[in-house]
């Protein structure tokens, strides 16, 4: 080994240690709290195992396929002997390892992935097949960040205008091209009544993440509790998931307590374990997040699965149109779907106002947060954009808008 | 003179660069004084309030409440009140200007914030810069260390400049090294100093966003002692702005004040 590739392995021994400290810091964050109870550690010790890629792989007792972004049916990777396991990050220090190669304003969550991919680049979960729906700009250039083995990796191209029969019927064009991919890649030909089964699993998860929502909503259950289940999906195989989230709905039952602060609705970009620190510091100000729509948070639940008809056809078109359709990413041209949404929740719930979150880089949400803003005040909704991206030095200030914000 | 009238309150604002302490006498301010921020901040406010106290010839059984704000608010234990600071900037600077203000802009050690408020001084809406130093307290005072000149010169200074340069950077350190160049291009510092007011004018105004604004704006924060910066914030925002005696206690003085009722305007 010359002394550059010892200096390489040095540094990704360095940036492993920080990694695994940075994920360790922010478990205990959540073990202290006055509201920890043990029905949270499986979700806990789920939330740790990107660090560990390998022993993920052998925990979901399946080939994994990783995928980015949420548009690409679960169910159907399900069906078809595959587990699906989202790229996604929330790790600073992962990110410094990548952060060299790439423009200073690139999303830090892909920065992470990047990140994250390095430090195991030596194991055979590099060589897991990869599936891409071209939202941003940023995953769409996925392939070039990682020199990823473009034979696995499969770019689902997401029409950017949903509302049309046109972009609809070319998104279940596209569903049927990931069959094909996967079936290529496992050797496996999917079968109507495999599909039948996964739905159904599926739906078992999805009812389950729609009580644990309503939960939140009535102000019982604390947003960052919420957000580390989401966050925990799919890091276990789906059935024992659904099993403990069951049991957390059964606790949550059981020990009915009232979530003290003002009620505000969380929009925008994701946020990803390690990094709660947003819903920590809005709960540090007094204000309680009773809804949102990450895609990282309650939008990883599409909604019910509803077939006209239960052919082939017309489950794969049923689950097209669910990923599709029920979408707010900012990444569609025709997204008054996302801002009906907000304002209808704030109708419904006890919300004082919007706190939208921009991560540094992520135009799609920086973008539409202009025209949000621009909406939700002229209806007299307080709105507050927070931009910011994985570091810490940061959190005073958008502690000091965060309080003043509260009392708006 | 009434009982109220004996009676003091203090309003402590712990800032990043500096501590502020006012004493509120009958609602007005009846005394103040800032210090650099220094490690044992709550000893330093308290060491002030003393100061505070002995010259006005009171005891501190005279001063009934405390209030805190600013950054380092969560170190003084015991306070009557603990404010933030943007709801403190719209509640003194409310007070202070009769009820009349509707928006303030604060420029801060750290920060600048742009503040929309109603008559009673309730906080309607603000905006504030993300974690870049550009154009607030601490970016004057490293401009000051290039340019070899007190923070308190540039207002008189920049006045002096009839054709201030371009400066181009909204970021405090590649304005740090624009400015080095335009030295070492022996340009005037007085040009360089309103050329830095302006480009610190048009970042506060993109901040403020000229449409959202009402009239009767008022200025604060120590930054609202350089007359050159005021004037280039008014050309920028096509508004006149109003300067209060003291900006830099606005923030100290509204934290007094919400230890009393709303006032009533």
């Keep these: 080994m010359d002394d550059n590739n010892k200096r390489r392995a040095r540094l990704r021994s360095r940036v492993r240690q920080e990694v695994q400290t940075e994920y360790e810091s922010a478990r205990r964050l959540m073990e202290v709290r006055d509201d920890y109870d043990p029905v949270w550690a499986y979700f806990l010790d789920l939330l740790m195992r990107p660090m560990d890629r390998d022993g993920l792989q052998a925990a979901v007792g399946r080939p994994v396929v990783e995928h980015l972004c949420n548009q690409a049916p679960y169910e159907l990777f399900h069906a078809m002997g595959v587990h699906p396991l989202r790229m996604a ?147 276990d195989p789906i059935e024992p998931w659904t099993e403990q989230l069951q049991r957390v709905l059964g606790h949550v039952d059981a020990h009915p307590s009232q979530v003290s602060g003002k009620g505000v609705f969380l929009a925008g970009s994701p946020i990803l374990f390690p990094n709660f620190k947003l819903p920590l510091l809005i709960e540090a100000a007094g204000m309680t997040v009773l809804g949102d729509d990450l895609c990282t948070s309650e939008r990883i639940w599409p909604g019910a699965v509803c077939p006209e008809e239960n052919s082939f056809h017309g489950l794969l078109r049923a689950l097209a149109e669910r990923y599709h359709t029920a979408c707010i990413c900012p990444t569609f041209a025709d997204n008054e779907r996302r801002i009906n949404t907000i304002l209808g929740f704030l109708q419904r719930y006890p919300v004082r106002g919007v706190v939208h979150h921009v991560l540094k880089g992520c135009h799609p949400f920086d973008i539409e947060s202009l025209r949000l803003e621009r909406q939700l005040k002229s209806a007299g909704i307080p709105f507050l954009r927070i931009e910011t991206d994985y570091v810490e030095e940061d959190n005073r200030n958008i502690a000091t808008r965060l309080e003043a914000f509260a009392e708006i | 003179m009434t009982k109220d009238e004996f009676v003091l309150t203090a309003g402590i604002d712990l800032g990043s660069t500096a501590i502020k302490v006012v004493l509120v006498q009958g609602g007005r301010m009846a005394w103040h004084k800032a210090v650099p921020t220094a490690p044992g901040q709550a000893g330093i406010a308290q060491k002030l309030i003393g100061e505070g106290l002995a010259a006005l010839g009171r005891t501190s059984d005279r001063l009934t409440a405390t209030a805190v704000t600013g950054y380092g608010k969560g170190l003084i234990h015991g306070a009557g009140r603990v404010i933030d600071e943007v709801s403190a900037n719209a509640l003194g600077i409310c007070r202070l200007s009769d009820g009349r203000a509707r928006t303030v802009i604060n420029i801060g050690g750290q920060d600048v914030k742009v ?151």
């Design chain 1, 89 to 235: 990050s929330g790790c600073f220090a992962a990110g410094r390892l990548s952060a060299g190669d790439f423009p200073v304003l690139m999303c830090p969550m892909l920065k992470a992935i990047v990140g994250m991919q390095r430090l195991r680049e030596s194991s055979q979960a590099a060589q897991s097949a990869r599936v891409v729906p071209t939202t941003c700009d940023w995953v769409v250039q996925y392939q070039q960040m990682t020199d990823a083995d473009p034979e696995q990796t499969f770019f689902m191209e997401l029409p950017h205008l949903r509302e049309s029969e046109r972009g609809q019927q070319r998104w279940l064009e596209e569903a049927y091209e990931l069959v094909r991919f996967l079936e290529s890649r496992t050797g496996v030909k999917l079968k109507r009544k495999a599909l039948c089964s996964s739905v159904r699993i599926f739906m078992r998860a999805w009812q389950a993440i729609g009580r644990l929502i309503e939960q939140r909503r009535a102000g019982r259950l604390p947003a960052v509790w919420f957000m580390a289940v989401a966050n925990s999906f799919m890091l």
């Design chain 2, 115 to 265: 503040i929309r408020l109603s008559a009673t001084g309730k906080l309607i809406d603000f905006k504030m810069n993300d974690k870049c130093a550009a154009g607030t307290g601490r970016f004057f005072e490293a401009v000051g260390r290039i340019l070899d000149t007190p923070v308190e010169r540039f207002g008189p200074m920049g006045e002096a400049a009839v054709d201030p340069v371009h400066i181009n950077n909204t970021c405090a350190v590649f304005a740090e090294s624009e400015i080095v160049s335009l030295m070492a291009a022996g340009v005037a510092t007085e040009r360089i100093i309103q050329g830095l007011h302006h480009s610190v004018a048009r970042r506060i105004a993109s901040l403020a966003g000229h449409r959202d604004l009402e009239d009767d704006i008022y200025l604060d924060g120590g930054a609202a002692n350089n007359r050159g910066l005021v004037a280039a914030i008014e050309d920028e925002l096509c508004r006149d702005l109003h300067v209060l005696s003291h900006p830099q206690f606005t923030v100290a003085f509204g934290a007094a004040s919400a230890l009393e009722g709303p006032p009533t305007y």
